[in-house]
């Protein structure tokens, strides 16, 4: 078992930026794929960045160039910088993992989820 526990969110201005953390309970994180999606209100949770236990990062197709994932072993916590950010951009925004490695960019796939930090942006 793995709690996840996402902070950073919040609001900002279109055009500004976000860096949104999530702390891990386990100190076995280097066994784990990582990754950061979002839901929007009526939309279904999307694939935003992943990072696999690798350490080999992947992103969103529409994504890419904006969002950066990262990663602090010491620290067991993964980082999501967010510029450029857009009102297409709010929502809740979600951490998750699996064991092993995996490119977590499909939410099926996902084993553990934490409970979530909305990002509002305003135009």
């Known amino acids: 078992q793995i709690q996840l526990v996402e902070s950073g969110g919040g609001s900002v201005r279109a055009g500004g930026s976000l860096t949104l953390s999530c702390a891990a309970s386990?100190?076995?994180?280097?066994?784990?794929?990582w990754a950061w999606f979002r839901q929007a209100p009526g939309k279904e949770r999307e694939g935003v960045a992943a990072?696999?236990?690798?350490?080999?990062?992947a992103y969103a197709d529409s994504l890419k160039g904006r969002f950066t994932i990262s990663q602090d072993n010491a620290k067991n916590t993964l980082y999501l910088q967010m510029n450029s950010l857009k009102p297409e951009d709010t929502g809740m925004y979600y951490c998750?993992?699996?064991?092993?490695?995996?490119?977590?960019?499909?939410?099926?796939?996902?084993?553990?989820w934490g409970q979530g930090t909305q990002v509002t942006v305003s135009s």
């Open positions: 998750a993992a699996r064991p092993g490695r995996w490119t977590l960019l499909r939410a099926e796939i996902v084993v553990y």
């Open positions: 386990r100190s076995s994180y280097r066994a784990y794929s």
């Open positions: 990072i696999d236990s690798d350490g080999d990062p």
